[in-house]
């Protein structure tokens, strides 16, 4: 008889512990925000240098990249970076033999300065429900960042930090 008084203690104990350590539904542990908030920190650690327009730009080097082999009779000449590895999420960073035409009708520009202190003008829109942005340097270099607009809020800080990046050699610097 104590041995089945026992156990049945023993249950009613280990069922008041665990009813005790669950949550109520819709809850979360103290801690869960602090964890979710937490980014986790990208760094550029990878650089892409292009000899043909002579530039540099730096990347995750966690993201795939893909440099351009276009033929030389091609006027631009790249790398792809695939943002988190999605290859509908990316950046194309190339230089061009003749000046770019980026059309801003409906898009918002903005000034951004690289690292080195060259200006370039950042034309952004939506289209299509996806972030469109073009990123131009001297009529000659340019960017083009489409991404979900998710994706874009998620690594704004990120494109940003690799866009100022950009490198030029001295002649093209203005």
């Not at 009708?105 to 370039?120: A, C, P, Y």
């Not at 994706?151 to 100022?164: D, G, P, R, S, T």
């Amino acid at each position: 008889m104590n041995c089945r008084r026992i156990a049945i203690n023993g249950c009613l104990f280990l069922a008041i512990l665990l009813a005790g350590c669950s949550l109520p539904p819709g809850s979360e542990p103290v801690n869960s925000r602090a964890l979710d908030s937490r980014q986790e920190k990208i760094v550029l650690d990878k650089t892409y240098q292009d000899n043909r327009y002579h530039f540099q730009v730096s990347y995750p080097g966690k993201w795939p990249s893909k440099v351009d082999d276009n033929s030389l009779s091609d006027p631009l000449h790249g790398i792809y970076i695939y943002i988190d590895g999605n290859k509908d999420d990316f950046i194309y960073v190339y230089g061009s033999v003749s000046e770019l035409g980026i059309p801003d009708n409906g898009m918002i520009k903005s000034e951004l300065v690289t690292d080195d202190g060259v200006k370039g003008v950042l034309y952004s829109r939506t289209l299509d429900g996806r972030s469109d942005q073009h990123f131009v340097i001297n009529e000659r270099y340019c960017a083009h960042i489409q991404t979900t607009k998710v994706v874009n809020k998620k690594y704004h800080e990120v494109i940003v930090e690799i866009l100022k990046s950009l490198k030029f050699s001295t002649t093209d610097k203005k």
